[in-house]
């Protein structure tokens, strides 16, 4: 168990729809990142937050968006969903927004956009 | 930009054997260098990283890794494997020029453990 949670475990909806996954890090982490894995495109990193600010962009897209809160867990919240979108969501935590400070992932999010 | 290459989708190790999982990085300067490994149905867990010194890092289960900055390689090594060692693992590099991204990660390698 990294300490890191992520809400729901799995979640099926509709093209079009718009859903929000949750991430709570590890005690202590100031960092959270997201990444998306999926068979075609492999891990990608898509966002990274940074004690409630936005710290660095990768590869998300417009449709996606994502924000930290002052207790620290974060949301990403994927809009406008497309089928390609399905894939696994897993989010990362760290001690600070440095990448050799080791990254701690969640159990992933299984998003199927039918 | 950075990148990592995993040559190698599926390996096939006799359980006993010893294994070794290629990984090539495209990066300017010195990277930061991860392997990270993923069981079914679970996150990922770091099981050794690279940043500076010595060459040739020890992780967890076993595992090592030797970073060669001539051929732009950092490959995964375990001496005698497990069944339990059957999974996907990943290559992954970081910026260590001073930015905060996320790491990219190659395609992953999937081992498969013969008994």
């Known amino acids: 168990d990294s300490g890191v949670t992520q809400t729901p475990k799995h979640l099926i909806t509709a093209t079009g729809q718009r859903v929000t996954l949750r991430c709570s890090p590890r005690s202590g982490d100031l960092s959270v990142y997201w990444y998306q894995q999926s068979l075609d495109q492999g891990l990608q990193f898509l966002i990274q937050y940074y004690n409630g600010e936005e710290r660095a962009k990768g590869n998300i897209l417009e449709r996606f968006s994502a924000q930290q809160f002052p207790d620290l867990h974060s949301e990403l919240n994927l809009s406008s969903l497309e089928l390609g979108d399905s894939a696994l969501y897993f989010c990362?935590?760290?001690?600070?927004?440095?990448?050799?400070?080791?990254?701690?992932f969640g159990p992933g999010t299984r998003l199927t956009v039918l | 930009a950075q990148s990592v290459t995993q040559p190698d989708i599926h390996i096939t190790v006799s359980e006993g054997a010893s294994l070794e999982l290629r990984c090539n990085y495209s990066y300017g300067a010195t990277p930061y260098l991860f392997w990270y490994v993923q069981s079914p149905g679970q996150g990922l867990q770091l099981l050794l990283k690279?940043?500076?010194?010595?060459?040739l890092v020890q992780g967890i289960k076993g595992f090592e890794a030797e970073f060669k900055r001539s051929q732009s390689s950092f490959n995964l090594r375990k001496p005698s494997v497990h069944w339990s060692d059957a999974a996907e693992y990943f290559c992954a590099v970081g910026d260590s020029g001073g930015g905060a991204d996320g790491l990219t990660f190659g395609k992953g390698t999937h081992l498969i453990i013969q008994p």
């Open positions: 690279y940043f500076s010194g010595d060459t």
């Open positions: 990362a935590s760290s001690t600070a927004g440095i990448p050799y400070n080791e990254q701690f």
